[in-house]
């Protein structure tokens, strides 16, 4: 099935569905305190075009739709962000203000999305496809956004007849704001969610920022390497590495694939996240409540025996913002990174540790580089944290 959609979304119209938890903003629009809870489609309508009927779900003709909704903000209001979440049967692409954010492959896979905002009115607007299975069969559209504005109060929208929609044909430039859908008939809300035939839908959080591997990451040491993947004494090590945050970041949570030749412990901000005893299969940990202003990631690395030695680090940072989408920050192990030869000082680990005396990190060379030409397995899932290793802070005591 393929749907068309644009929409403009008017706070001033009694069809806007929005929580309250603070008091009552003007134009009949209820507001409520940010709080970022996940987005669920339970206030939602399926809807379609007048090609089904009102209150049940019928067959609708295969092709494209467009629908839009306009979004006025309450006088002395002023947008800032939306997140919003929608799912398609069968094919959607959603536009915002003019631009496209996302594309929905089905109704069993909803989108979702964190869209900067204009000051003033802002516009949705999709294309649905109700693809042939194989002829005339059921269409639809389901959208949960919240709006928040810049003073900390949000509205929330979903899908219902207070959209627009006209058929059989997409007139060009349907998604600009600035397009006339005057002319445009209401749309027709077929059931509420969750209802058959599409039932219940999971709604997956919002990822932000790109997937964490180690394409970018090279092997470290301590600058004892005589040269890369070449041998270095036994013995633990330290390396840290610390990360400005944002003036406006709130709280940051973080994904890490690391791993060591030979054995690790990983701590941020003073706390114990996992170890690692096997370069081969490198571990992946998520830390989730980190306080700034910075986030400090400290690694205990052990070289079992004396030989080559090596840290293999990325991580990602999702900074979610006083106001405004999360951004993410990606960091590699490279010569960025400060790295201690000898024993590590006692509370490396810990926020606020002065490092600034030690040397920087040598770079050796990437995870296919030799020594490791094998290559490093990655996990799909995280890793047990497990606890400290030997030597480590927090672990048993090392014997020399």
Not at 203 to 211: A, D, E, K, R
Not at 321 to 346: E, H, R
Request: include cysteine; proline fraction near 9%.
């Amino acid at each position: 099935m393929t749907l068309l959609l644009g929409v403009t979304l008017l706070f001033a119209t009694h069809n806007t569905q929005a929580a309250w938890v603070s008091g009552h903003g003007g134009n009949g629009v209820s507001l409520m305190r940010r709080q970022d809870p996940g987005l669920d489609f339970l206030l939602a309508n399926w809807i379609w075009t007048n090609e089904v009927t009102a209150g049940s779900v019928g067959d609708a003709p295969v092709g494209s739709r467009p629908f839009r909704k306009s979004f006025a903000p309450p006088q002395g209001k002023t947008p800032s962000h939306m997140n919003i979440a929608v799912a398609t049967d069968n094919i959607g692409i959603l536009y915002v203000n003019g631009n496209q954010v996302i594309v929905s492959p089905d109704w069993l896979n909803p989108q979702t999305s964190c869209v900067p905002l204009i000051s003033g009115t802002n516009v949705i607007a999709l294309n649905v496809t109700n693809t042939a299975v194989p002829t005339l069969n059921p269409a639809g559209l389901l959208v949960s956004a919240d709006f928040f504005y810049t003073d900390g109060t949000s509205s929330h929208i979903v899908s219902d007849s207070s959209w627009r929609f006209t058929a059989p044909t997409i007139p060009v430039g349907f998604q600009s704001p600035t397009f006339d859908d005057s002319r445009w008939s209401t749309a027709i809300s077929q059931v509420g969610y969750p209802s058959s035939p599409w039932d219940a839908i999971t709604i997956s959080p919002l990822v932000v920022g790109n997937t964490v591997t180690f394409a970018s990451s090279q092997f470290i040491w301590t600058n004892e390497l005589p040269g890369p993947g070449q041998d270095v004494p036994a013995g633990p090590r330290a390396f840290r590495r610390t990360i400005t945050l944002s003036p406006s970041t709130v709280s940051v949570s973080a994904e890490i694939l690391l791993t060591v030749d030979n054995e690790f412990s990983l701590y941020v901000n003073g706390r114990f996240i996992g170890s690692g005893t096997d370069w081969e299969v490198a571990s992946r940990f998520a830390v989730n409540d980190i306080q700034g202003p910075n986030v400090e990631v400290a690694i205990f690395a052990v070289n079992t025996l004396p030989g080559p030695a090596g840290v293999l680090a990325s991580i990602k940072l999702v900074e979610q913002q006083i106001l405004g989408c999360p951004t993410a920050v990606n960091v590699v192990s490279d010569s960025q990174w400060k790295a201690f030869s000898g024993t590590p000082p006692v509370g490396f680990q810990v926020a606020g540790f002065d490092d600034s005396r030690w040397p920087p990190a040598v770079a050796e060379g990437n995870v296919n580089s030799s020594p490791w030409t094998n290559g490093v397995t990655i996990p799909t899932g995280t890793t047990p944290a497990g606890t400290p290793i030997t030597g480590a802070p927090g672990g048993p005591a090392r014997h020399v």
